[in-house]
C-alpha cells in the first residue's frame, strides 16, 4: 500500500501543477477502503500516517476479521458483508455518505537492557502479523536508541493489553497459523476464541492462574495526567487483565469503560470515552466472568484511570514471560532473568482521519450532544482517589506504524518524488 499510494499522491501533485481541473478534485473526494481484521486496518493507518501524505485520505473498513472492533467503533458493524453486488454497491453508497472523525493515535516504547541470558524479543504467533511490523527493534542510528539495551517502538489505534486476555488472543492466533483450514467462518473462529478462554483458564483463573502473573505482582504502573508528573497508579492485587483503550469497542464490540455517571466524573474526574480527546481508557478485569458484566447495558471493567502517557515496569523474577496484545495482535513477551527492568511506554503520537457512519458508536470531544450522554448510571469497582485531568501537549516521538521505508522524509518534497 505504500508504494500505491505514493504514486497515486506523485501523481495528482504533478497534474495539479500542471492544472488538470480534476486533480484537485480527485485528491479532495479521495477514500480509502480496507477490507480485513483490526490488524490489516492498524496496518493501512500505519502506513497513511507514516507516509505524511498531504492532506491524507480519511479511511473507511469492512469488517472481515473476527473481532472487527475498529468497524464496529465507526458504524461499519462487525458481521462479515455480503459480497454480492448489491451489497457492495450499498457499502459504497454508505463510503461517500459518511462523515469524517479524527482519532488519537499512540506510540508505544519498549526497553530492556540486554540480557546475559535468554530472548528478549517480542514472540509472536508463527509469523509476524502486519501489525506488529511496527513494533519492531530500533535502529543504532534512531534517536531512542540506548547503547547496551535492546529497544522496541511501535503504535496502536484501538487497544493495548496486557495479561490473560492477551494470552488466550496467543493461543487462538498460534492455532490458526498452523491450522488456517479451520478458521474460515466467523462464528466458528468466534466459537474456537470462547474454547480457548476456558482451556487457557481465563475463566476460573483463580485456580489455574497464579497470583504471581497478576498485573500488580508482574508489574509497577504509573501514569501521566499533567505533562512531566508521573504518578503510581493502584492496581487491585485480583487484577488479571490490563486494557488500555482508545476507542469504545473491545472483543467484538464491547465498550469496557461504559460512560461514568455524573458522579464519578465529579469524584474521579472520569469522563466518557471520546476518541480524539488525547487520553486512554485504563481498565481492569479479574477473569473472564468480569468480563461478562460487559453484557449488560451499564456494565463495565475496573475504572482505573484516565491519561495521557502509562508506564509498565517489569522487574526480575517476576515472570519468565507475559502476553500482550495491540489492535488484536497478540505476542509472547520475556521477561528478564538478570537485574534489570523492560520498560513498556505508551504516549499520545497525534490524529489519523477515519469514515464514519450515522451508526457510529465513537464520540468526539466537538461533538455537542456527546455531553448528554454522561449521564447515564453505572456503578464503580474500584476507589482510586481523584486525579486532576489535563491535556498531554507536545511529545518527542515523531512517527510509528509502518516499516522506515514507509515514511516519505519530511524534507522531501512529495510533488519532485519519481
Known amino acids: ?31 480509502i477502503i480496507v477490507a480485513g481484521g483490526d490488524g490489516t486496518a492498524g496496518w493501512l493507518l500505519g502506513v497513511v500516517c507514516d507516509l505524511k501524505l498531504p492532506h491524507p485520505p480519511p479511511i473507511a473498513t469492512v469488517p472481515l476479521g473476527t473481532g472487527n472492533n475498529l468497524p464496529f467503533a465507526f458504524g461499519w458493524g462487525k458481521k462479515n458483508p455480503g459480497t454480492d453486488r448489491n451489497s457492495v454497491l450499498s457499502f459504497l453508497d454508505q463510503v461517500t455518505k459518511a462523515k469524517e472523525m479524527k482519532i488519537d493515535n499512540w506510540h508505544i516504547l519498549m526497553r530492556m537492557r540486554a540480557p546475559e541470558e535468554g530472548p528478549c524479543d517480542p514472540i509472536a504467533p508463527l509469523e509476524l502479523p502486519h501489525s506488529l511490523h511496527a513494533f519492531h527493534r530500533v535502529s543504532s542510528t534512531d534517536e531512542l536508541n540506548v547503547e547496551g539495551c535492546h ?41 474456537t476464541y470462547a474454547k480457548l478462554g476456558c482451556t487457557q483458564g481465563w475463566f476460573a483463573a483463580s485456580i489455574f492462574h497464579p497470583a504471581s502473573k497478576n498485573v500488580a505482582q508482574l ?21 488479571r487483565s490490563i486494557i488500555c483503550l482508545n476507542l469504545p469497542s473491545f472483543s467484538g464490540g464491547l465498550n469496557p469503560w461504559g460512560t461514568p455517571n455524573g458522579r464519578k466524573k465529579n469524584e474521579r474526574d472520569l469522563t466518557a470515552p471520546y476518541v480524539d480527546d488525547g487520553l486512554l481508557e485504563v481498565v481492569g478485569f479479574r477473569d473472564a466472568w468480569h468480563g461478562l458484566v460487559l453484557l449488560s447495558s451499564k456494565g463495565h471493567g475496573t475504572r482505573l484511570a484516565q491519561a495521557h502517557r502509562i508506564r509498565f515496569e517489569f522487574h526480575k523474577g517476576a515472570a519468565e514471560y507475559t502476553y500482550m496484545r495491540i489492535d488484536g495482535e497478540p505476542w509472547k513477551q520475556p521477561l528478564p532473568k538478570d537485574d534489570d527492568t523492560v520498560v513498556v511506554e505508551i504516549s499520545h503520537l497525534g490524529q489519523v482521519n477515519m469514515l464514519a457512519t450515522q451508526n457510529c458508536r465513537s464520540k468526539s ?54
Open 151 to 191: 529497544t522496541f517502538r511501535g503504535g496502536f489505534w484501538n487497544y493495548f493489553s496486557m495479561g490473560m486476555d492477551a494470552q488466550v488472543s496467543y493461543a487462538f492466533h498460534s492455532e490458526r497459523k498452523l491450522h488456517p483450514e479451520k478458521f474460515k467462518n466467523q462464528l466458528v473462529n468466534q466459537s
Open 1 to 31: 500500500p505504500d508504494k500505491v499510494l505514493r504514486r497515486v499522491y506523485t501523481r495528482l501533485e504533478k497534474l495539479k501543477q500542471e492544472r488538470d481541473e480534476f486533480a484537485a478534485k480527485i485528491h479532495e473526494r479521495l477514500r
Open 365 to 418: 470531544v466537538n461533538d455537542v450532544t456527546s455531553s448528554s450522554s454522561t449521564h447515564h448510571d453505572g456503578e464503580e469497582d474500584d476507589d482510586n482517589s481523584d486525579e486532576e485531568d489535563s491535556r498531554y501537549e507536545g511529545d518527542e516521538f515523531r512517527k510509528f506504524g509502518a516499516a522506515d521505508t514507509f515514511r516519505i522524509p519530511e524534507e522531501v518534497d512529495i510533488s519532485h518524488l519519481s
Open 219 to 239: 508489574a509497577k504502573v504509573k501514569i501521566m495526567k499533567k505533562h512531566g508528573q508521573w504518578q503510581d497508579l493502584h492496581i487491585p492485587q485480583s487484577i
